[in-house]
């Protein structure tokens, strides 16, 4: 029997989960479906840690998503007593000569600084020998330079999503897990959504598909998605793990002499549980069916040889655990947030681009404004047009 909602959700990860909390916060009628259960680790939001910041190297466009996802954690923690935003500060590394981009943006440096001016966030330039006194772990160069502020830091995805989802529930929503929708199509004044299970109608339809996008939206809009590998290796001293600590070791992004920035987090839990680092790639392309989720040593090899032994001398060759999550891209690390382009009561949250996650909350509740006709955060800059 055709079941009828004000909005349907497709895929419950980062954007996802916030949205359909969002809309059931709001005494919506909700679906959420997604062809797996998430938190899971085949798309984009697992790997225990994300990094947030509201000044954005991607563009001071970012910025009110971020602090506003800020200010959602923080009540989601005080309604369900779950530690899921650690703000330990932000590092934003850069230097003299060829630099690798951060985000597909050559100037990261420069437009967080002009990010944190905009949205009027303290902040530090630090030149090397102040990071190395102050951050010991990082082996930088005399002529390095970084911004630091003291508001960003990372939250937990898998708790993240987990959160939302059981407030999601406990407003109301229906949850559907493991059920794969096979279409959407207009229905009068809504949308009606087929899965292998049964058909739905809703009023809005918000496709939150992350990775799987191309498959939901068919083949005339594809998106780019991109293999991306965690590393945790570990501590060379055991004695040192003072220095990697969240309150001495910030996250960073370190636009290096090298052909890729790296990013990374401080040491959380046991030292014996390694220090996450990764880089970014936007060459190689796959998809969620084919993509190769184990990672090879030659590639820790060659991630510890280039990327973290010359950076952090306190950690070892030893990896402890690797990760693969997927990025799904458009140019210039651009989001998309807008209506489908043949379909008006279809709302459209993908891809992110590789940095959504700090964002997600106020996307999430962004996208249920949109559904409710309520006033929302602009995402004027992140329409269809011009991003593919």
């Not at 058909?199 to 918000?206: D, V, W």
């Amino acid at each position: 029997m055709e079941r009828s909602f004000d909005a349907i959700v497709l895929g419950l990860g980062a954007m996802g989960s916030a949205a359909t909390y969002q809309l059931a916060s709001r005494g919506a009628s909700v679906l959420g479906i997604d062809q797996l259960k998430p938190p899971h680790e085949l798309g984009s939001t697992h790997g225990d840690t994300r990094i947030t910041r509201i000044a954005c190297g991607e563009g001071p466009e970012y910025s009110p998503f971020a602090k506003r996802s800020h200010e959602i954690w923080r009540d989601i923690e005080s309604r369900t007593g779950r530690d899921l935003f650690t703000q330990n500060g932000l590092l934003v590394i850069s230097g003299k000569g060829q630099r690798a981009a951060g985000h597909e943006n050559p100037e990261f440096l420069k437009t967080t600084v002009a990010a944190a001016d905009e949205a009027k966030i303290k902040y530090e330039i630090l030149d090397g020998k102040t990071i190395r006194q102050r951050f010991p772990a990082f082996n930088v160069n005399d002529d390095d330079e970084a911004y630091f502020d003291e508001v960003s830091g990372y939250v937990r995805p898998e708790s993240c999503i987990e959160a939302q989802l059981q407030l999601a529930a406990t407003s109301g929503a229906m949850l559907r897990f493991y059920e794969k929708v096979l279409k959407f199509e207009p229905n009068g004044d809504g949308v009606q959504v087929t899965t292998g299970v049964s058909t739905y109608r809703a009023r809005k339809l918000i496709i939150t598909a992350g990775p799987w996008i191309n498959q939901v939206l068919g083949v005339d809009r594809q998106f780019s998605i991109t293999r991306q590998v965690l590393y945790w290796f570990g501590l060379k001293n055991q004695h040192r793990y003072p220095e990697f600590l969240p309150e001495r070791f910030p996250v960073y992004i370190w636009q290096l002499p090298a052909p890729q920035s790296i990013y990374g987090f401080p040491l959380i839990g046991h030292p014996e549980q390694g220090v996450k680092i990764a880089t970014e790639q936007y060459e190689d392309t796959t998809t969620p069916d084919t993509v190769r989720r184990s990672v090879g040593p030659d590639e820790i090899t060659g991630m510890f040889r280039t990327y973290v032994g010359p950076f952090f001398p306190g950690l070892d060759e030893n990896c402890v655990k690797t990760k693969v999550c997927l990025y799904t891209c458009v140019k210039n690390a651009r989001f998309i947030i807008d209506y489908h382009p043949d379909m008006k009561n279809v709302i459209i949250a993908s891809p992110c681009s590789g940095h959504g996650f700090k964002h997600s909350a106020a996307v999430g509740e962004t996208l249920a404004q949109m559904a409710l006709g309520q006033s929302h955060l602009d995402v004027s800059k992140f329409s269809f047009s011009g991003a593919i």
